[in-house]
């Protein structure tokens, strides 16, 4: 390389030596075929301009080794696995057995005087029919309850319509007479259509200890199976 630099320092002395040289018989002596500043004779590879010496061609043959970096493999957690829910069996429900209500009746009503006020009801089986009544008003507007079948409620039309002088049979465990206040029974009938007669007639008890007048009474029926 110091060749090359001084080469070029007198770089014009050359150009007087070539013309001179060449006039003496152009000598290859003086000649740069690759332009780098060094005369072919003493270019090591005068057809390259980036190699003038042995040494040019080493250094730029020559890679130096450089270290790759290893990549690290990044851990991947590895999912736990769950525990697949087992079907639990669901316990089957025991059936409650509820009463059978086919009629419900709740109501306030005036029962005239004399008269009679009625609510009738049946069932397709055997069954049992529970009833309340209270007295809206003082004990001197007292009243009776009769339950009959619907044969013996033709019965009681005709007598307190005196049309006849025979008297209904009433059931006596689900009948009451002379209520100053309140009443209630309960009865198993068989299959069939009753009736609840709220009487204010002189059939029974009412009206021996007050008037005759009308009465205000609550009423609550209630049937089911049996």
Aim: charged share 25%; aromatic share 8%; proline share 6%.
């Amino acid at each position: 390389m110091n060749r090359r630099h001084l080469l070029k320092r007198f770089g014009l002395s050359l150009s007087v030596v070539g013309v001179s040289a060449g006039c003496l018989g152009q000598g290859d002596d003086v000649q740069d075929s690759d332009g780098d500043g060094v005369i072919d004779s003493e270019d090591y590879a005068p057809n390259d301009p980036n190699v003038q010496e042995k040494a040019d061609v080493a250094s730029s043959s020559t890679a130096t080794a450089t270290d790759t970096p290893t990549t690290t493999p990044t851990a991947t957690d590895t999912p736990t696995p769950r525990d697949t829910p087992t079907a639990t069996d669901r316990p089957t429900a025991t059936p409650t057995e509820t009463p059978d209500f086919r009629t419900r009746h709740n109501t306030t009503e005036i029962v005239p005087g004399p008269g009679y006020y009625q609510v009738s009801f049946g069932f397709p089986g055997t069954f049992i029919v529970n009833w309340s009544v209270k007295n809206e008003r003082s004990s001197e507007y007292d009243f009776d309850v009769f339950l009959m079948s619907e044969a013996e409620f033709q019965v009681y039309l005709e007598y307190i319509n005196d049309e006849s002088d025979h008297r209904p049979q009433v059931y006596s465990d689900g009948s009451a007479q002379g209520v100053t206040r309140e009443a209630a029974r309960t009865a198993t009938l068989d299959s069939g259509d009753y009736h609840l007669v709220v009487d204010n007639t002189d059939l029974g008890d009412a009206g021996d200890i007050g008037s005759e007048a009308a009465r205000e009474v609550q009423i609550q029926i209630e049937t089911r199976r049996a």
